[in-house]
């Protein structure tokens, strides 16, 4: 079964800087785009950033030019890097895979991970 696994949230001081990980597990047959989406309390998930089969990549305004994402494909892996966090960056990111296991593809989710960002 394919599980999405995150990792590399935590604190930070606002103007520091965190990297997720995200590593897709399981009977993989190919993934086609994967991303990060947030969500702060009281608010709904919102799209933090794209990247597709391509390594063409997509971001929501309020990131661009302080988030990069990337993937590695040996190793089924995307990552967030995050610069210059500020407290409104405060919420829990989630991965997000389409990736096909057997015939179509299916949407993926991981577990979430905080991302607290003081000021």
């Known amino acids: 079964q394919v599980q999405l696994v995150e990792s590399g949230g935590g604190l930070v001081q606002a103007g520091g800087s965190l990297r997720l990980s995200c590593a897709a597990t399981?009977?993989?047959?190919?993934?086609?785009?994967m991303g990060w989406y947030r969500q702060a309390p009281g608010k709904q998930r919102e799209l933090v950033a794209l990247?597709?089969?391509?390594?063409?990549?997509n971001y929501a305004d309020s990131v661009k030019g302080r988030f990069t994402i990337s993937r590695d494909n040996g190793k089924n892996t995307v990552y967030l890097q995050m610069n210059s966090l500020k407290p409104e960056d405060t919420a829990v990111y989630y991965c997000?895979?389409?990736?096909?296991?057997?015939?179509?593809?299916?949407?993926?989710w991981g577990q979430g991970t905080q991302v607290t960002v003081s000021s």
């Open positions: 997000n895979g389409v990736i096909r296991e057997f015939i179509t593809p299916r949407n993926y």
């Open positions: 399981g009977s993989i047959r190919s993934i086609n785009a």
């Open positions: 990247i597709n089969s391509g390594s063409s990549t």
